[in-house]
C-alpha cells in the first residue's frame, strides 16, 4: 500500500502558525510601548479613572462590600447589655494580633457566637468532617462549625488560624521576556509535533504491514480450507459411487 508523505505540509502549517503568533505578538509590543510612551493617553486615562473611582487612589474599588456585623456597627463597646447581648460565659476569639469579645450561653452553636463578635472564621464542609474550620479552645483542637461553648465558670479563649492574604497581581499582562519564552515554547511545540508526526507515521506503516500479514494469512488458510473441503467431497463421491456399482449390475442381472 503507498503512503503519501505529509512532512512538507505539515512544516507550512508550523511556519504559518509559527509567523502568525510571531506578528501578534510584536504588536502587542507596539502597542504597550505606545500606551507608556503617549502623556496624552496616559492623562485621558488617569482622568478616566479618576472619574470612575473618584475616592479611590490605588484604582481598585471592589464590587461589594462586607456587611458589618453587630460588633462592627457598635464599635468597641465593653458592655455587651448595650449591645443587647445576653450570656453568662465570657467568649474571646483570637486571630494573630486581633482579639474579639463577647458573651454567650452553654451549649450555644458556636458558630452563631463567632458570627456574633463579628469573627471570621473559613468554613468548609459545614459537618465537621473536613477541618478548614479547625481551632483551638482552651488548648483542644475543636471545629467551630459544629463545636458549641463548653460549660464552664472561666473565659473561653479560641484561637483561630490565620488567613494568608491573597497575592496581588502587578497589572502587567505581557513583557519582553514573556514574549521570548512564548516564542521559544511554540518553537519546542512544532518541533516536537513534527517528530510526533514521524512516528506516528513510522507506526502506522508497521501497522500496514502486519495487517497486510494477517490478510494473506487469512486468506490462505481460507484456500487450504477450501482444498480440503473439495478433497473430502471428491472422496465422498467416489466412495458412493463405489458403493451403488454393486446395485446396478445386480439389476441388469435380473433384467428379463
Known sequence: ????????????????????????????????????????????????????????KSGYVPKWKKKQTLADE?????????????????????????????????????????????????????KGECGTCEAQCNGKWIRPCTAVVPVQDEEVVIIVKEIKSAT????????????????YNNVLGMVGFVKYRQ??????????????????LTLEKRQKRRLEWNQRKAQESVIRSAVSAPTTAQNITLAP
Open 168 to 183: 496581588t497581581s502587578s497589572g502587567t499582562f505581557f513583557s519582553v521576556k514573556s514574549f521570548f519564552m512564548g516564542f
Open 74 to 126: 457598635m464599635g468597641d463597646i465593653v458592655d455587651f447589655e448595650k449591645k443587647g447581648i445576653k450570656g453568662t460565659i465570657s467568649v474571646k476569639f483570637q486571630q494573630g494580633n486581633e482579639t474579639k469579645q463577647t458573651m454567650a450561653m452553654p451549649g450555644q452553636p458556636l458558630r452563631d457566637v463567632a458570627t456574633q463578635a463579628g469573627q471570621f472564621i473559613k468554613y468548609g464542609c459545614g
Open 1 to 56: 500500500m503507498e503512503v503519501t508523505n505529509c512532512n512538507r505540509p505539515t512544516m507550512s502549517i508550523c511556519l504559518f502558525f509559527l509567523l502568525a503568533t510571531t506578528a501578534t505578538a510584536f504588536q502587542t509590543v507596539a502597542i504597550n510601548r505606545a500606551i507608556h510612551e503617549s502623556p496624552a493617553l496616559l492623562a485621558s486615562t488617569a482622568a478616566t479613572e479618576a472619574e470612575s473611582s473618584p475616592t479611590s
Open 199 to 216: 512516528n506516528a507515521k513510522k507506526n502506522w506503516e508497521e501497522r500496514q504491514e502486519y495487517e497486510a500479514l494477517i490478510e494473506r
